[in-house]
């Protein structure tokens, strides 16, 4: 199962491609970010850019669910209205490529990712490390945290778990995960 995540931004927008495969193994794809801003000081024309590069993620990759973060409360209405538009733009290269949606907050992604709803970028970014051995450190939290989105799509929606009886059928069916 391919699952594109984003970690939407009108200025820096962080995406992250993985497969999961079976058990819960996942393998990177590819990651990076599109720098809207970089682009263009024109705000709708940096949603023009994002709408554009999702959607040349996706042709390229060809994910089959698309994860993306959640909006959060924040203090200051104009960065809330701009982080809408950009989510919108990143959505609808989605929905237009037909593919199926689901968002997570924040919390719910850092929870999945690291154990710990309340834990820093820096933790997601380990973590995310650690689980797709990635061995360099990403130049941006956006990117990073567009993966942790997307390990979290897989973890609540991947692959049916095995029915366990006891103990001794867990130990039997998942021998990598005990000592």
Not at 18 to 42: C, R, W
Not at 94 to 101: F, R
């Amino acid at each position: 199962m391919i699952i594109l995540g984003i970690d939407p931004g009108s200025v820096l927008c962080g995406y992250g491609v993985i497969n999961m495969q079976g058990n819960n193994k996942f393998t990177l794809i590819e990651y990076g970010v599109i720098h809207a801003k970089k682009s263009t000081p024109d705000f709708f024309l940096r949603l023009k850019e994002i709408y554009n590069k999702t959607d040349a993620i996706i042709k390229r990759t060809q994910p089959d669910y698309v994860s993306v973060e959640s909006m959060f409360y924040s203090k200051n209405v104009q960065s809330l209205m701009k982080l809408s538009h950009a989510r919108a733009a990143a959505i609808l290269a989605s929905t237009m490529n037909n593919k199926e949606i689901s968002e997570y907050s924040p919390k719910e992604v850092k929870k999945s990712v690291t154990g710990r709803g309340a834990a820093s970028k820096e933790q997601v970014s380990f973590m995310v490390r650690k689980i797709l051995n990635i061995p360099e450190t990403p130049e941006f939290f956006d990117a990073t945290d567009a993966l942790a989105v997307a390990v979290c799509h897989g973890l609540k929606f991947g692959q049916p778990k095995q029915k366990v009886s006891g103990w001794s059928d867990y130990v039997k069916n998942n021998p990598d995960k005990v000592l």
